[in-house]
């Protein structure tokens, strides 16, 4: 009996030894993760790495980790031609079956998926924001987007009518939804009637509509849907393959 208490005690000894030691090598390997995706990625700051799953350590030995989480802030993005950028403020993904090499110089994900949250602000720089001309005397131009409700945006309209601003901004309630993959599209599901005047369609639609390509994300990710929310639109991405560092 006393030897078998011996054995319970080495045996609950061991084990707080091996969890610690676990732990310990999580921690190492996600700091150097972090880095090499900062490094591969060239992000400003470092990014947010957790390795999940226990132990830790038969998964290095495998070569490959159930399920690692990444969180980036302020990511700059592509944003079409010219070199244009659209920043991210928070993309966050959840990838899964993650080859690596032995130095984790190179690792991809079977699957990935997440969100990437963009602000209002950011997306605004993409819409008509200046001043035109809509019909004769009238001009108009978006000068704010806000979350509308029910995952729609809804977009301000500030109209001129023969030199006299309206006083409040004319609300028009759009839809967001992703195209082909890297471009989320603004629409405005009905027309606003500005300063009392029936205007051509298209030429509303000029101001109302638009649309912000966004490509270079981490991995090749791409996006899936979007709506609106309350600090931004979110969108959700998506990939497979996607590799991390390498």
Known sequence: MRALRILLIIAVILGALFTAVDRVAVHLAEGEAAD???????????????????????????????????????????AGEDGKTIRIADLRADLKGVEFSGDFGSAVADSATGTATIAYDELLRTAKAEPTQVAPGITAEV??????????????????????????????????????????RVRA??????????????????????????????????????????????????????????
């Open 36 to 78: 090499r995706l900062r490094a591969s990625e060239g992000l400003a700051s470092t990014p947010d790495v957790d390795i999940n799953g226990f132990p830790f350590l038969t998964q290095v030995l495998g070569g490959s980790l159930d399920e690692v989480q990444v969180g980036i802030s302020d990511y700059e993005a592509g």
């Open 143 to 184: 000068v704010a987007l806000s979350d509308g409700g029910n995952g729609k945006i809804k977009v301000a309209l500030e109209t001129t009518v023969l030199g006299t601003k309206l006083p409040e901004p004319v609300p028009v309630l759009s839809s967001v939804t992703v195209v082909d993959g890297n471009t989320v």
């Open 189 to 246: 599901d009905a027309l606003p009637v500005l300063g009392g005047v029936e205007i051509a369609e298209s030429k509303v639609r000029q101001i109302t509509d638009f649309e912000q390509r966004i490509d270079g994300l981490p991995g090749g990710i791409s996006l899936e849907k979007v709506q609106a929310a309350e600090d931004g639109v979110e969108v959700t991405v998506t990939g497979k393959g996607v590799r991390l560092a390498g």
